[in-house]
């Protein structure tokens, strides 16, 4: 018995220290954890040197393997796994990090069957991950060679002056020949007239600064064929004659394509017109410089009613036709915009009054001939036109269409298919004046503090908010005197004059900034809406992940809500906006909901948007929920989930998120109390 009492203890104790395991005991009804001698020494440590609290693994891994580390633990314990599986480093005590791969799984259990004791072992892994490290920066390498798999080799002798081109070379080239030598002269040949300085003297900088210098150029094939190259050259001094050697590879596609993605960034997808952003910047570059230039601010009249009538398609068609009109009547270096929807923009440089009255005359004409289909025959267009003239260089963008637009709102006042000029006394009778001074209030409150953030709950139906935890992000501006301004005020002011993307991108950030721990933490899910000119910014998404990093806020904490307005209004029609997206949720527009208990047409209207979502595989919420009897209708149709004063009023973001942040810390603290141990193995909360 005294020698198998050996083996189970100093036989197993020197076999783990040979194999170089560590080990370690975790009691979860105690939170004693035991960490072996093996397990000390391979940290550097020695024994009695580290106080064996129940977190000192935890206080010793890498701030970047924490969380997983303490997840792998908390899904065993909790019984989604069948043993703890997970590497990560610790700080050995001469500074460096030590990885570890960790092994364990529960080893006791009570009467209730719950784990109450868990036991592991850990095992240096260094010198394995370095080897994987240098592995990695092999496969780069070879990743790299299959990439230029379609990339010529050239170089030239400069004593014996004789050129080789490999046959890849003389494929791009378009040149037949069966040998590798070539003319030296033959590569001037190709050479397009406009870029033939520039890459000859490029070819011979190698000899001057021994770098590997690049080079873009356009050649012109015997064909008559524009491709355009690019070559890497570098000087090589060999013993017998110095070498320039060289690489040679086509990219016309993807210079096609980069001015493909260009004029996409800077045009409108429908029309072909100037975008917004487009716009702005040009009307900036021509404020900066012109004595005396025209804005126009178009709006097309009774489009709406067009769009109802025949559809979405035949109001794209009218859209493309308006532009084509447009364009058509315009004299030279007129330049032309869709701002979104149905409202255009006209930059007209060296303008006059008289020049601007038959330029709008001519505009209006043109929208009344747009062809507007089959479908639309019995429907017209017309246009209201704003004119405002800027004489002043340090005019700002967006006063300059503010004042055209008001000018637009005259026009429409005054009995639509007309255009007025801008004046003060010509606005004064219309709101667009204020809507221009509601704007510019909107971005000052960005920065004095005025803009609060306000949240609604959207409620998983039938069940406590805490199960969903998901708010919408709103807006509230407090005017000068206190008052809180509602949405459907300032919103629609900040789209008109072109602040909206600005608006959304300082919600977005400082929604992000204050409450990113929050995410993180899984405390709750935000949701964002997105304006049809944010959505028409090719730096959105990049904006995005960007405040992410910063903020370290999840990618799965963060939801965005598009309207049907928008996307149309960003230049998708119909339902494209449906394809072009990752949707995961439709929301029912609270129009339907709202008298739901009464009417039919809404019951049934409600009823297909959700049979269509279920059948994309889509949640649907319903909003502006008021009354008990719409909820119970609604919980009847399987509608999952809805927001609405019956459910919860909006109020300050900030105490939404601290509710919520204390309802997950007392749940945590009541229901995971063994989780909340700190482990060996890892917890993620």
Known sequence: MAEKKNRDGEFWELALERAHLGVWDWDLRSGDCFYSAMWLQMLGYGEGELAETSDLWLQLTHPDDRERAVASGERHIAGLTDSIETELRLKHKSGHWVWVLDRGGVVERDAEGRPVRLMGVQTDITKQKQAEAELEQVNVRFRLALAAS???????????????????????????ADTDEVSQDLWHSYLHPDDRADAERAHLAPLQTQKVVAVQYRIIKRDGEIRHLESLIRFADAQSSGQILGTVRDITEAKQREQELA?????????????????????????ATARRLAVFYVDLDYFKALNDFAGHA?????????????????????HAARLGGDEFALLVPDCDAAQAERLAGAVLAAVRDADLGLTATSRKLAASIGIAFVADANTAVVDALACADDACYAAKAAGRNRFAVFSPETTS?????NAARLAADTVDAMADGRLKLFGQEIHQLGKPWQESRHVEVLARLAGHDGRLIPPGEFIPAAERFGVASRLDRWIIRTALSLHGPALKSGALTLGFNLSAQTLSDPQLWDFVDAVIAETGAPHSGIGFEITETAAVGAGMSSFEYLRRFPVDTIKIDGLFIEHIADSRFDREIVSAISGIARSLGCSVVAEKIEAQDALDILADMGIAFGQGFLLHRPEPLQAIVARACATRASATQAGVTRARAPAPAGRRA
Not at 155 to 173: F, P, V
């Open 150 to 176: 379609g990339t010529g080799i050239w170089h030239h002798d400069i004593g014996a002056r004789k050129s080789y081109w490999d046959q890849r070379t003389r494929d791009i080239y378009g040149l037949v």
């Open 263 to 287: 004029h996409a960034a800077r045009h409108d997808a429908l029309t072909g017109l100037l975008n917004r952003a487009a716009f702005d910047r040009l009307l900036a570059e021509h404020i």
């Open 314 to 334: 035949a109001g794209d068609l009218a859209l493309k036709s308006v532009a084509e009109r447009i364009l058509g009547c315009l004299p030279p270096l007129v």
């Open 429 to 433: 009778g219309s709101s667009g004046l």
